[in-house]
């Protein structure tokens, strides 16, 4: 499958983006479907997965400001990042496997898109 990522930029603390992962080449709801980020100096990390039945995990540093979602209708995956903080500065990856439950290994995931920045000043 084929993943590009959309919606980056830049906005202040507090801020609100929303970044978009088009999905081609296969149906997007029979992938495990995650978000990851990385920064320079740091490894890549989970931000949120999706199951493949729509379960739903985030890293305990975006839980309840991030929202993964997916639009099966127009194969979208979605990250809605509300209260933006500034250590939220990062490239931001698409990621998919064709696993039932998405795999805790970053190294798991098989397709990943070109990344998109996202940066939140203070």
């Known amino acids: 499958i084929q993943l590009v990522e959309s919606g980056g930029g830049s906005v202040p603390a507090g801020g609100s983006l929303r970044l978009s992962c088009a999905v081609s080449g296969a149906t997007s709801t029979s992938y495990c479907m995650a978000w990851f980020r990385q920064t320079l100096d740091q490894e890549r990390e989970g931000v949120a997965t999706?199951?493949?039945?729509?379960?739903?995990n985030y890293a305990e540093s975006v839980k309840g400001r991030f929202t993964i979602s997916q639009v099966s209708a127009n194969h979208t995956l979605y990250l809605q990042m509300d209260s933006l903080k500034p250590e939220d500065t990062a490239t931001y990856y698409c990621a998919g496997v064709r696993f039932w439950q998405c795999p805790a290994r970053t190294d798991q995931y098989r397709f990943w898109g070109q990344g998109t920045q996202v940066t939140v000043s203070s």
């Open positions: 999706m199951d493949v039945d729509g379960t739903t």
